[in-house]
């Protein structure tokens, strides 16, 4: 078990928020003890406008374990939108990052034919393997992208073999088991500047788990978990002997456990499934949570996720990993609370629409979206950003007044979240204007950078 955290990275965004400047690497400080905590102590703006940074990685992690050579001192940064990719150095100064490189689109669609790069992970062979989303043309394309650990060029492409699945988003991979799973978001020209019911029927939603065979680098299954599902964040176990993890289902708000079957092959259940809720006042007339974030625990008790558009953050015990148990929940906005656009008609879950949640005197806008849990498990770390095109488009008032990051303080003996009152961090005071901050990251790795192998 690593030190308590101190400082988190997080990504601010300003595409699609009216302000015209660059997206920017913020670094807060997180330690109770400091004279500067929960304040954003540090920007490193990024050279370019309208990137849409999004999530991160690390040149080094715990797959490199015992490699005396690697040092966790650069952040990898892909830009969702611009498909760049910066390289951050936060070895030199981990309190004030600096830019260390930047890899051009242009590296990406030569060599790799690949565009809107995601989730990157190390390798133990010191590379670094980028998931990516699309083409260079803006259609969807499920490949991912190497570089080399040092130097960080671009080597070209992991995959190999004529399967390419028609969708990419998250990855993860372990080699004792010779398996990579993908999943998968959409069409990036499609789902670019927000969210249009008519590209369900358009074929611009994924729904599938991919298998990768880990030697041979090529695509070998796929498992079908709905369509239009929106299969996000992909988490095995992190015991490496583990031969089963949990996906979480954006759309059809369901979590699917994925296991290894005693023929070798690899199959998906369904273990948990948040009910839509009837409603007035928005989009459609069903209303799912949009599970967007999933993680957990390190020692593989508990798992979290966040649904965005209910507005909750669950904890599971998933000590039975076929039969998660319900032990925690906490509502931090969304768009059912009370005195909103939207009235609820018919919910099997709540008696009551929420009240709308304050902190420290502002009601937060927007709801649950990355979140990260500290290395005991007794902190989960949360942010309200999902996308700027999505932010826009369900949480316009999130837009105009920033995100936050609040801070849930975790039962890990017998489950319970509970709101930490004295953690807020504001991204609506910014200097340059109100900001969309995303991806939670520890510069000693944490729970959802690192793979042991």
Known sequence: MGPREEIVYLPCIYRNTGV????????????????????????????????????????ACSSC????TKKRNRLILPSLISSRIYIIDTGTNPRAPRHHKAIEPVELYWKCNLANPHTSHCLGTGEIMISTMGDPSGNGKGGFVLLDGETFEVKGNWERGSKTPAFGYDFWYQPRHNVLMSSEWGVPKCLANGFNPADLEKGCYGGNINVWDWTTHELIQTIDVGKNSIPLETRFLHNPDAAEGFIGCALSS?????????????????????????????LLPDMPGLITDILISLDDRFLYFSNWIHGDIRQYDITNTRKPKLVGQVFIGGSIVKGGPVTVTEDVELSCQPDSFVIQGKRVHGGPQMIQLSLDGKRLYVSTSLYSGWDKQFYPDMVKEGSVMLQIDVDTQKGGLKVNDRFFVDFGKEPDGPALAHEIRYPGGDNTSDIWV
Not at 22 to 37: G, R
Not at 65 to 68: A, E, L, P, V
Not at 255 to 271: D, L, Q, S
């Open 20 to 59: 015209k400047k660059p997206d920017y690497l913020a670094t807060v400080d997180v330690n109770p003890k400091s004279a500067t905590y929960c304040k954003v102590i540090h920007r490193l703006p990024m050279p370019n406008v309208n990137d849409e940074l999004h999530h991160s990685g690390w040149n």
């Open 65 to 68: 374990f015992g490699d005396t």
């Open 254 to 282: 369901k979590v699917y456990r994925f296991y290894k079957t005693e023929n070798g092959t690899w199959a998906a259940e369904k273990v948990i499934e948040v009910p839509n809720k009837k409603v007035k006042g928005w």
